[in-house]
């Protein structure tokens, strides 16, 4: 019988030296000899110097390559042949992986943190990402993680090479290819009713476990998942999260805790640059679902990030939100009731900053999603002459850019109004 992974992993908890694991292999049955169980022990300390602090799926995948490394050795299979849904990039194992990244394995360990060291060491140039505490306009707390320039290259890499791959529903418009605010505000415009509903702590509820789950389901094995998914989340040391900022509101108090408690496990970070790719593949059953409600209640459905629009619905307002709040935990998110809309046709209909009523237009406010420059300056009268008076303060980054390279106000209203936003980039002296 052929020694098993699973059983090999749990004697391997305990006193980590060549004796102590020789005497507790020998107490497992399925050896064939005392040369076997020599061997292994002498082959687990070689692989590891300490006692491994891996997740357990991981730690049994990688005893099970250890196993099959010796000639001779039968080695019951622990994982199937890798067997690819999409066209990803096959990474069947962590040398591969490792290569294709262009990583040494203990580089590849270091930057995936499998053990969760970084989340207990102190803060200092040893963590990959730098954090920073804000608030929202509602003055809800928020934290911005951005990571070191090597591990967000390490990050576009995968972008590039498995989540880009990997389809995207098609009620997504944000953060994908050819799809913008405008597109979604479009397929909204002149509906006698729009319900839109935000969800909370879009990134900090998409947690490692549910990254891991999507990479084993495109075909990677568990080692390898695992180890991509540690790339992509990170976990917030305790130190910044006591420095978190008070709520506001006597209300924001039990979202605050939520937010800490999401924040203090693995978590996709607000950030990095393949969150918003990886939340939107996440999100694939959710939209799913969500169209399909729409559809039976007459309904068109989009979203974008975390704000979710239904528009000429026969059913009742009360009775869709109610529907969707359901659905939406149990995908694993939280509708903000807060930020629940519910707008007829004699108001004022705002789409992702794009009033919708006839036709999606820029608004007479500047739009918070799109315009940098309108937090600095604050609402103007006219449309027409925001995009006038930011077109001189836009920076050179990108055409139509805003100082910290998101999309100006130019920007904004030549994605709702293209003539519009030429007129105003000519009467800047600028071309597109």
């Avoid at 009620?171 to 799809?179: D, E, F, L, S, T």
């Avoid at 397929?187 to 947690?207: I, M, N, Y």
């Avoid at 910290?404 to 936003?421: I, K, L, M, V, W």
Wanted: aromatic share 6%.
């Amino acid at each position: 019988m052929a020694p098993d992974p699973h059983t090999v992993a749990r004697a391997a908890d305990g006193p980590w030296n060549l004796d102590a694991l020789t005497t507790r292999l020998a107490e497992l049955s399925g050896w064939r000899g005392p040369e076997e169980i020599g061997w292994t022990a002498a082959a687990l300390v070689v692989r590891w110097r300490r006692r491994p602090r891996l997740a357990p799926e991981r730690l049994v995948a990688e005893i099970a390559e250890l196993l099959a490394a010796r000639p001779g050795l039968r080695v019951r299979p622990d994982v199937p042949e890798p067997r690819w849904r999409w066209p990803v990039t096959p990474w069947s194992d962590l040398d591969a992986l490792a290569l294709g990244l262009d990583l040494r394995v203990g580089e590849l360990d270091w930057f995936a943190d499998p053990g969760g060291w970084l989340t207990r060491a102190p803060e200092g140039p040893l963590h990959h990402y730098r954090r920073r505490w804000t608030t929202s306009r509602a003055g809800a707390p928020r934290l911005l993680e951005s990571p070191a320039p090597r591990l967000q290259e390490l990050q576009r890499r995968v972008g590039r090479k498995v989540l880009a791959a990997i389809p995207v529903h098609d009620a997504a418009h944000g953060y994908v290819r050819g799809r913008s605010p405008h597109t979604l505000a479009a397929a909204h415009a002149g509906t006698p009713l729009v319900v839109r509903l935000d969800l909370e702590g879009f990134f900090a509820h998409v947690t490692g476990e549910r990254v891991a789950g999507l990479l084993r389901t495109a075909g990677y094995p568990a080692a390898v998942a695992a180890a991509l998914a540690g790339l992509l989340v990170t976990t917030t040391p305790r130190a910044v999260l006591r420095g978190a900022p008070p709520a506001v509101a006597p209300t924001g108090w039990e979202p605050r805790r939520r937010l800490l408690d999401r924040l203090a496990a693995p978590h996709l970070p607000q950030g990095a640059p393949t969150s918003p790719v990886t939340a939107n593949l996440l999100t694939h059953r959710l939209d799913r679902r969500l169209a399909g409600l729409a559809s039976a209640v007459g309904a068109s459905y989009g979203r974008y990030a975390d704000d979710l629009v239904f528009s000429e619905a026969t059913l009742p307002a009360h009775g869709l939100i109610a529907l969707v709040t359901t659905i939406a935990e149990e995908e694993g998110f939280r509708v903000r009731r807060d930020k629940t809309r519910v707008l007829p046709a004699h108001r004022r209909q705002v789409v992702t900053g794009l009033v919708v009523n006839t036709r999606p237009a820029a608004s007479t406010t500047p739009c918070a999603r799109c315009c940098t420059t309108a937090r600095r300056r604050g609402p103007l009268r006219r449309t027409t002459t925001r995009t006038r008076r930011s077109a001189s303060t836009c920076s050179a980054v990108s055409p139509g850019s805003g100082r910290d390279g998101r999309p100006g106000r130019r920007a904004c209203a030549r994605c709702s109004r293209p003539s519009r936003g030429e007129t105003t980039g000519q009467a800047a002296g600028r071309s597109w």
